[in-house]
């Protein structure tokens, strides 16, 4: 039976941890592994597919298809980073995850999610300019700024998040070695060492709030230029089609900032009364509902990729 935790003693610094994934659920959560398991495959093969595309395809090695590609190899760490523990957890029950593991899991979490915000900020930017100002977007937005963009981003990640796994490093104590969690989640980790974790939990929220807060005002300001720029447009026709050239970047916004929030909003403020599984379940379906779902609302509602799929899936067509 995995070890629980003891008021009244400590351990040295382990050299592994034990995760348990979903507790209260026992052997029932085995039946995450329908949920979570096709998720992981979406995203394996929705964002491995827009990355191919972006390499055969010329026309899709556009500033815009380039800040998507990012986005697809982002999702595609942050998936596997979080999805193959995740599902051995779950089916296979309580499994031990080797200390620096567990930190490493922790650091490229928290990296690839940030990542991920910056780079919705980054694709705002984007068709601001393209429906703000479409004559200077060729001058503005190249592949060299995108480039630069995408670097700054994933320096940006590690510099913030490197003092996450630093600061639980630092303890030589725990309460215990079992994580009672699915993966190794900085607070769930944080509540087992023993000493003085106040730097922690600030630098975690202060993370969070600096992190999203900064993306999402970001991100709001460049809606406001846009709904400005297209409310200026003459005729209604002319409003929709550059309206509608957003309405992908919207609903990946949606699919990653609505659960994140949710997330946040019940761990932070509903911990007595929302359920610890609860709690849980909506922290993995964050990290793995938005790359599962962002190559299928691109794939579905860009011309260009759904195009050259249709193309693809003629030419083998007519091979057989």
Not at 133 to 145: E, F, I, Q, W
Request: glycine share 8%; proline share 7%; hydrophobic share 50%.
């Amino acid at each position: 039976m995995a070890e629980g935790p003891h008021p009244n003693s400590t351990f040295p610094r382990p050299t592994f941890f034990i995760l348990t994934g979903i507790p209260g659920l026992g052997g029932a959560q085995a039946w995450l592994t329908l949920v979570f398991g096709p998720m992981y495959l979406l995203a394996l093969l929705g964002n491995g597919t827009l990355l191919a595309l972006e390499q055969i395809d010329s026309t899709l090695q556009q500033p815009m298809f380039l800040l998507l590609a990012t986005l697809a190899a982002t999702d595609l760490g942050l998936a596997t980073s979080i999805a193959p523990g995740l599902l051995a957890v779950l089916w296979f029950g309580p499994r031990p995850v080797p200390y620096s593991a567990c930190l490493a899991q922790m650091f490229f979490v928290h990296a690839l999610t940030a990542v991920e915000s910056g780079v919705l900020l980054a694709m705002a930017y984007d068709r601001a300019v393209a429906v703000g100002r479409p004559l200077h977007y060729p001058l503005l937005v190249t592949k060299t700024r995108v480039g630069y963009a995408a670097l700054a981003l994933a320096l940006k990640a590690v510099a913030i998040v490197v003092p996450f796994p630093l600061l639980v490093a630092r303890f030589e104590h725990l309460r215990a070695k079992t994580i009672g969690h699915a993966y190794c989640a900085h607070m769930a980790v944080v509540e087992l060492v023993v000493g003085d974790t106040r730097a922690n939990n600030l630098y975690g929220l202060a993370l969070s709030l600096a992190v999203s807060g900064i993306d999402i005002l970001g991100i709001t300001a460049s809606y406001g230029l846009i709904a400005h720029a297209v409310l200026r447009l003459p005729t209604r026709e002319a409003q929709t089609k550059a309206f509608g050239t957003c309405s992908s970047h919207i609903c990946v916004i949606l699919a990653f900032y609505v659960p994140g929030l949710f997330s946040y909003l019940t761990h932070r403020f509903g911990r007595h009364t929302v359920p610890k599984p609860v709690h849980i379940l909506l922290s993995n379906i964050y990290l793995l509902l938005p790359p599962a779902l962002n190559p299928l609302i691109y794939g579905v509602r860009t011309k260009q990729i759904r195009d050259q799929l249709l193309e693809i899936f003629t030419i083998r067509k007519s091979q057989l």
